[in-house]
């Protein structure tokens, strides 16, 4: 089986001008046979500001939610854009809290003790609410360590989306939380990027999770001039990169990053 993938629904379809719904979007483009659904990221204050637009998303079959501020979205966090994921958090299709975390690339433009209150805010409100926690942590690892520790019991879920740190740091995160889990996106594809084919060897195969960051990210596979933005469906391909990786078969990987998925977020 597929499982369950992680995207933002709400960016691919404004990007290949899709108004369906997401069964339709499915039979457009292909999706495998054992695609069986996937989580969407609300993390960009404006896809969650109208109740209408993502209450639709969440209404499909097979489409669950996450709901939080991005970094890069920091320097706007207030009390009311709290509130609102706060009200986001409650429908029962709201599985997680996130994307929240750290980013101090210089794609940032939030200041990094901005970032760390509006993150510290978010992770506190994870626990106040019984959610895990999606976090996104770009040249941050230090900092987004000692905020998670301060912040979370050590048992906490946590989702560590798109991580591209390395092996060392990774083993630091699962000494402090034993419930954490590293998201793998299609750059395990890419040939260059070394540093994520070593994480796909050295980080158990039931520390991984599978995720696309669509639209972004399209796997080498399929990239060409009329694959211009990823979908949950292309998540295959990061599979059978990571099960050539590790020397194992595909059914393997799909088995037990979907075993890791029902574990993290319960569906």
């Known amino acids: 089986m597929d499982g369950r993938k992680c995207f933002k629904c709400e960016y691919v379809f404004e990007r ?7 069964k339709e ?4 483009y292909s999706f495998p046979p054992n695609f069986e659904g996937c989580i969407t990221t609300f993390c960009d204050p404006a896809a969650f500001s109208s109740f ?3 209450c639709d998303v969440l209404s499909q079959e097979n489409v ?3 709901f939080g ?4 979205s920091a320097k706007y966090y207030n009390d009311d854009l709290e509130a609102k ?10 599985i997680a809290l996130g994307e929240v975390g750290l980013d101090y690339s210089s794609h940032c433009t939030s200041p990094p003790e901005v970032q760390k209150e509006v993150f510290t805010r978010q992770a506190n409100w994870a626990v106040t609410l019984g959610k895990p926690l999606v976090v996104h942590c770009r040249d941050a690892e230090a900092d987004t360590l000692e905020i998670l520790k301060s912040c979370l019991p050590q048992d906490w879920k946590i989702h560590l989306h798109c991580y591209t740190g390395s092996s060392a740091f990774a083993t630091k995160f699962f000494q402090q939380f034993p419930n954490l889990f590293i998201g793998m996106t299609a750059v395990v594809t890419f040939g260059k990027a070394t540093n994520i084919h070593e994480l796909a060897f050295d980080v158990p195969l039931e520390k991984l999770l599978l995720e696309t960051d669509a639209p972004y990210f399209v796997p080498s596979q ?3 001039k009329h694959n211009k933005f990823s979908n949950p469906g292309m998540a295959i391909f990061t599979a059978q990169r990571i099960a050539e990786i590790r020397g ?3 059914e393997e990987v799909l088995e037990t990053v979907r075993k890791n998925t029902a574990y993290v977020y319960g569906i």
Do not use: M
Request: with cysteine; net charge positive.
């Open 16 to 22: 290949l001008r899709h108004t369906g719904s997401l």
């Open 25 to 28: 979007f499915q039979t457009r």
């Open 52 to 54: 209408g637009t993502w």
């Open 64 to 66: 669950w939610g996450t």
């Open 69 to 72: 501020c991005h970094p890069h």
């Open 85 to 94: 994921i706060i009200q986001c958090l409650d429908h029962p299709k709201a």
């Open 222 to 224: 399929v990239a060409d």
């Open 248 to 250: 194992v078969a595909l």
